[in-house]
């Protein structure tokens, strides 16, 4: 079965510094990987998605996340950090069943901005 | 309006009362998912639908059910609540074929039991 690690519960960054959010997988086959961010009283928001080719995808908002195959990580960066990116980010595993997707999702990563 | 609406956004209640949380959607997608979330536990998937006529269970299905009335509507039902399904309760849909496709959530039912 799949899963997903985030070994950072809470983070705290200064706002104009850079950010890198940690998320490992375990999957038996070619993952399909995306990170979601969790605003005060919202749903979750897609950010980016890898599924296959370059192994750095941009996403929304500034933010980037590189694919490692040999470390099995997809970690997030952003190289300025704003205030307004205070929020909770749940990295997720994809798996094919029967012919639509599950996700498996990380505990979260709780971001903490100073201003 | 929201793509993905749930209702209630809030809700209080009794121990042993049943509850039901509704989720509709716009967007035309075939595949809806319910998930709850607890702090330090992420996301956790409780049922997940994939068209009308197709209902699995999640990882945490215990103690509760689901129907999906119409393709766009997939309710969560709590027969007789306790104290431990106390949680924000999020709905997702995903539309096509595989795993490439997200989801898309809506922003929650937060429910306590007392």
């Known amino acids: 079965a799949q899963s997903v690690t985030q070994p950072d519960i809470h983070i705290t960054v200064s706002e104009g510094a850079s950010l890198e959010l940690r998320c490992n997988y375990s999957?038996?086959?070619?993952?399909?990987l995306f990170w979601y961010v969790q605003s005060p009283g919202q749903g979750l928001q897609l950010l980016l998605k890898?599924?296959?080719?370059?192994?750095l995808v941009q996403g929304i908002k500034g933010f980037e996340a590189e694919f490692k195959r040999s470390q099995s990580s997809f970690n997030l960066r952003k190289p300025s950090v704003h205030w307004s990116d205070a929020a909770e980010y749940f990295c997720?595993?994809?798996?094919?069943?029967?012919?639509?997707?599950?996700?498996?999702f990380g505990t979260g990563t709780q971001l903490k901005v100073e201003l | 309006d929201a793509d993905v609406t749930q209702t209630p956004r809030n809700r209080i209640t009794k121990t042993g009362k049943r509850i039901m949380l509704e989720c509709s959607q716009t967007?035309?997608?075939?595949?809806m998912y319910w998930y709850r979330q607890d702090p330090g536990l992420g996301l956790r998937l409780i049922y997940y639908?994939?068209?009308?006529?197709?209902?699995n269970k999640g990882e945490i299905s215990d103690g509760y059910s689901v129907s999906r009335q119409a393709q766009a509507k997939f309710s969560l039902s709590l027969e007789s609540a306790i104290p431990n399904q106390t949680a924000l309760y999020f709905c997702a849909t995903s539309a096509g074929q595989g795993s490439r496709q997200p989801q898309h959530f809506g922003d929650g039912t937060r429910l306590s039991i007392l």
């Open positions: 890898y599924f296959s080719g370059d192994t």
């Open positions: 967007k035309g997608h075939d595949r």
């Open positions: 639908s994939f068209d009308v006529k197709d209902i």
């Open positions: 999957y038996g086959a070619t993952p399909y």
């Open positions: 997720a595993v994809g798996s094919f069943t029967g012919g639509g997707n599950k996700l498996t």
